[in-house]
């Protein structure tokens, strides 16, 4: 194995490791602040506070948002070019606040509803498109816009299954919340492409 592709690995080694860490970490925090104020404010008592936290899914959400975090300052040390880092700040938010809605509220339907589970491949078309572009500007750009396309396939889904004729739903409900994330993640890909051009107009490193 050669020096760049071992320098590679241990990277992202360094890079999953501080993810864990900090996702455990929020997740801790959330899980245990949850849980005092249900014992506080609830009169639950201790025990049964710390329980319901954690089947209600509070330590799971702050692991989420620990690893969000951990994501974001990662990347920012790569550069400081403020576009990149305002198109890692919209794209992390948006897969953030789509995670906590299908888990907490539903989008599609009602809490727990099956078909939130096709948000799961829209955020894998992102991830595996930000792997594949080495989280180069470029390519970031490409892999967000692929990701608003994989939302939109998802509405598209989402009306032939009927999900508009739930009591708790309708067309534009629909339309209108899922368009909020796609505009988020067209956004940011637009401003990925325009940190790419930014660093080449200034020499930068390469973008593609």
Same mark, same amino acid.
């Given at each position: ?85 305002? $198109? ?35 955020? $894998?078309?992102?991830?595996?498109? $930000? ?5 180069? $500007? ?7 816009? !692929? ?10 889904? !989402? ?50």
């Amino acid at each position: 194995m050669d020096t760049a592709a071992e320098a590679s690995i241990i990277r992202l080694m360094r890079f999953v490791r501080g993810v864990v860490a900090l996702g455990l970490a929020f997740a801790a925090g959330v899980g245990g602040v949850v849980a005092l104020l249900k014992w506080l404010v609830g009169g639950s008592d201790l025990g049964s506070a710390m329980t319901e936290a954690v089947f209600q899914g509070w330590p799971f959400l702050g692991f989420i948002l620990g690893g969000v975090v951990a994501t974001a300052r990662a990347l920012y040390e790569t550069t400081g070019n403020i576009a990149y880092r305002a $198109a890692v700040s919209v794209a992390l938010g948006a897969a953030f606040i789509l995670v906590w809605m299908s888990l907490g509220v539903g989008i599609l339907g009602s809490d727990g509803d099956p078909a939130d589970l096709m948000y799961v491949a829209v955020l $894998a078309v992102g991830m595996i498109g $930000a792997i594949i572009a080495r989280f180069r $500007a470029n390519g970031m750009a490409r892999a967000l816009f !692929a990701t608003a396309l994989a939302h939109a396939l998802v509405v598209v889904i !989402a009306l032939i299954m009927g999900k508009h004729q739930a009591e708790v739903s309708s067309v534009p409900e629909v339309v209108i919340l899922n368009g909020f994330f796609i505009v988020l993640f067209v956004g940011s890909a637009m401003l990925f492409r325009h940190a790419a051009r930014e660093q080449t107009d200034t020499g930068g490193m390469r973008a593609d």
